[in-house]
């Protein structure tokens, strides 16, 4: 067994944004995994927005997620057998919100893809399905927000137009509470906070 | 609802796909549903025909079949009491010759009187009626041959031919027999009226003969107390019963194990495609993973991701089911035409609802039993594969489990219900349980052996080689599934074609060996000398075995009646062939007691297949 994160002791206060920054194998995207409820801690206790969810089944952390956490990953992860609508309906659904193909077409015409809503993820560039997975993170309205190297498959150009939707968007929900993982000094300057992890522990911690 | 909505968005990219990635799991279930649902079609068909023409197929509504007797007074007058038209028929076998030539085959007699055929009709050559046949010409009686017959004689329309003593002549051949279907025939037929056999010494005291009698009942008899009376009123006589609802129990009984049999194999075919079903489903849900921890992600619980993929292949179960049962019932319109000929004309061809179901619930059983164990893995899948790579396997949770063994215990339920035979059912099952045992044990000594030895310097150098040398050894499902799939296909057809081989060469080597070239029946004791000194002179013979057999019904056991003790045992139903000897006959085992000595006096003793009797003759011992 590997003790990938230990001794941590963190709370970010919600409505903020905060950047896990470090060198590869530190431990940020297993802390980010612990903080969304997608994997649970050997020891220790977890509470996110109030509930501790350190003792939570599989099913119980499920529930716990749908429209409270939204994820944004790297690789876009989008359901290639669903088109863009489909596939950001599909977390509304999922979150259990009423009208989730006229809020997902909003969503998506936020982030300028009305034009896209029937193509599906191999019919689109690399930008446009990192939006699309901004817009299925996004459209329950969820308050915690996590992204794992938003920009990391992008060039600059559309690293920088997603980053600029992301910021924008997470402030205009209110209360919406954004941790991003990023390589990227520049991106994690944006943030209000700065977590620095080095061999799973934090090593330091700047901002608010 | 959600997990209905997601399934169905799976199902319609899969449909724009083409089916991709499901055409395996789908032939897999096709051809074993379709071959199980064609077997069961056409053994309805069969059955249909010979229970809808079996008052044809009999020759009335019901037959009293008489061993080397005919009936007296008494008990014709019960048949003409009983129904509305009887008819006599004589069956023996009889040397027909040419007289020309002397040439002599054997023949199989059915001697008639004027009201034969009772039900159905009977075609001969040059649509010459019954009676005109046999008016004969010049004097003589006629006859009429199977065209088999008349070629093996060398003779025509018009010649002469001698049963026994007398004279006919062929007035026609013989094209179609209706009330002949499914019986035993030791050679071509020959058909006579009974009243021409006098003179011809063949039904003389001591002939083998049956007399069978069929009866027209009046309409809207019921056959049930009609054998019911039959049954009160001729205990003890040896007389047989058979009516139209059974006309040919011989040839149900054989196409009834042919298709039990059949449908076993089918069963084998189906274990061999879920094998393939279960490869392709862990094929299916492996490349879906990342989509699982995406909806995971989302907030799909673990039993929401198993209803949406649950439903897929449910889906795609129930097209294949639909395609499988039209494949199979189409199957037999077009095997009509490669039938045996007797076949063809009795099924009724057609779509029987009773073997499709039977089929569909095969191929969902199946489907299910193969596919719940890949799907139960998709609750192991978490998000955080999205991040960390592929699921390990894992043993699914105990209420997969548990529905896994219900479902295996329906499909083994069923296959009794429909197979009809726990014994044939379990050894079959019990057969392939154990070879995928040790085609899993073969898969993994395989497996292990390919990691032990591939870093050795043989494979330094040939990257091929080595890497799908690793491909095997690493993929330890993926091969696994190829070895049992193709292992057990193998098995099936290899344990097919040695139980079809052991039984013709049992046939075509054993039996010669210990089988006479010659049987001659019928010989009575005044004709044996003369009979033993005419094959001495023949220097063809080198060995003559004769053995004294005598006819007759078992009436008692232990002092009571026998149907009291062994019930409708075979044994105890109709005549039965008993021999006597001093010695123990060679090649001859006692299997328990021992034979009696030449001196012995007192009561007669008797040897029996005591054990077949003993499983329904309760109490029955040696002395």
Sequence with gaps: MVDILHSIDLQITQGSSCALVGPSGSGKSSLLMVMAGLEQATSGRVAVLGEDISAMSEAELAQFRRGRVGVVFQSFHLIPSMTALQNVATAIELAGQPDPFERARAKLADLGLAHRYDHFPKQMSGGEQQRVALARALAPNPKLVFADEPTGNLDAANGASIVDSLFTLTQEQADTTLILVTHDNQLAQRCDRIIDLRDGKICESQGA | ?623
């Design chain 2, 1 to 623: 609802m959600i997990a209905l909505k997601i399934a169905q968005r799976e199902l319609i990219a899969a449909w724009r796909e083409r089916l991709h990635g499901f055409r395996i799991l789908m032939l897999c279930l096709i051809f074993g549903i379709a071959s199980i649902s064609a077997i069961g079609s056409l053994r309805g068909a069969i059955d249909a025909g010979l229970n809808s023409n079996g008052r044809v197929f009999l020759g009335g509504d019901a037959q009293i079949e008489l061993t080397y007797r005919q009936a007296n007074a008494q008990e014709l007058a019960w048949m003409a009491r009983q129904s509305r038209a009887q008819s006599q028929i004589i069956d023996f076998r009889s040397m027909a010759v040419a007289p020309d030539t002397n040439k002599r085959i054997l023949t199989q007699v059915k001697a008639v009187d004027s009201a034969y055929p009772l039900v159905g009709a009977i075609t001969l050559s040059g649509d010459m009626g019954l009676s005109e046949a046999f008016a004969g010409q010049d004097g003589l009686p006629g006859a009429i041959l199977a065209p088999a017959l008349l070629r093996r004689l060398n003779i025509n329309l018009g010649d002469q031919v001698k049963f026994g003593q007398k004279l006919f002549v062929v007035m026609a051949t013989l094209l179609k027999e209706p009330d002949n279907f499914g019986n035993f025939a030791l050679g071509p037929r020959s058909l006579v009226l009974t009243k021409d056999l006098d003179g011809s010494g063949l039904l003389a005291a001591g002939t083998l003969f049956s007399s069978k009698y069929r009866l027209l009942l009046e309409d809207g008899s019921d056959l049930d107390q009609a054998q019911q009376r039959f049954d009160e009123e001729w205990p003890g006589t040896g007389a047989k019963w058979k009516d139209a609802r059974k006309a040919s129990p011989g040839a149900d009984r054989v196409i009834e194990r042919m298709s039990r049999f059949l449908i076993l194999i089918g069963l084998s075919g189906l274990v061999v495609g879920g094998i393939g079903v279960s490869a392709a489903v862990r094929a299916f849900i492996a490349k879906k993973t990342g989509h699982i921890a995406v909806l995971k992600t989302l907030g799909a619980t673990p039993g929401q991701i198993f209803w949406i993929y649950t439903l897929q292949i449910a889906v795609y179960t129930g097209l294949s089911v639909v395609l499988g049962l039209l494949l199979g019932a189409l199957a037999p319109f077009a095997a009509r035409p490669f039938l045996p000929e007797n076949l063809a004309e009795v099924a009724l061809i057609s779509i029987y609802p009773s073997a499709l179901i039977e089929a569909a619930v095969y191929g969902c059983l199946a489907a299910a039993i193969f596919s719940i164990w890949p799907l139960a893995q998709t609750e192991h899948i978490r998000p955080a594969n999205l991040f960390r790579g592929g699921a390990p396997a894992h043993w699914p949770a105990r209420r997969y489990l548990l529905v896994q063994g219900a479902l295996l215990a329906a499909a083994l339920f069923g296959a009794v219900q429909f197979s009809g035979s726990w014994s044939m059912t379990f050894w079959l099952l019990g057969g392939i349980a154990i070879s995928l045992l040790i085609l899993a044990m073969i898969s993994g000594a395989f497996q292990f052996t390919l990691k032990r030895i591939m870093h050795r310097s043989a494979f330094q150098g040939r990257l091929p080689l080595r890497a799908a040398f690793s491909a095997l050894a690493s993929g330890s499902e993926r091969t696994g599934s190829v070895v049992m799939g193709i292992g057990l296909g193998l098995t099936v057809l290899a344990a097919v074609g040695q139980i079809d081989g052991n039984l013709r060469r049992s046939i075509t080597q054993s039996l010669p060996d210990k089988a006479p070239s010659f049987f001659f029946l019928d010989i009575q004791s005044s004709q044996l000398p003369e009979f033993n000194k005419r094959l001495a002179e023949n220097p063809a013979v080198r060995q003559v075995e004769t053995a004294p057999m005598l006819r007759g019904l078992v009436t008692k056991i232990n002092q009571q009646p026998a149907a009291e003790v062994g019930g409708d045992h075979w044994v105890l139903r109709g005549d039965r062939g008993i021999s006597y000897a001093d010695g123990l006959p060679e090649q001859t085992k006692i299997t328990a007691g021992q034979w009696w000595g030449r001196a012995t006096a007192g009561r007669p003793k008797s040897a029996l297949p005591l054990k077949r009797l003993k499983r329904s003759a309760s109490g029955l011992e040696i002395n």
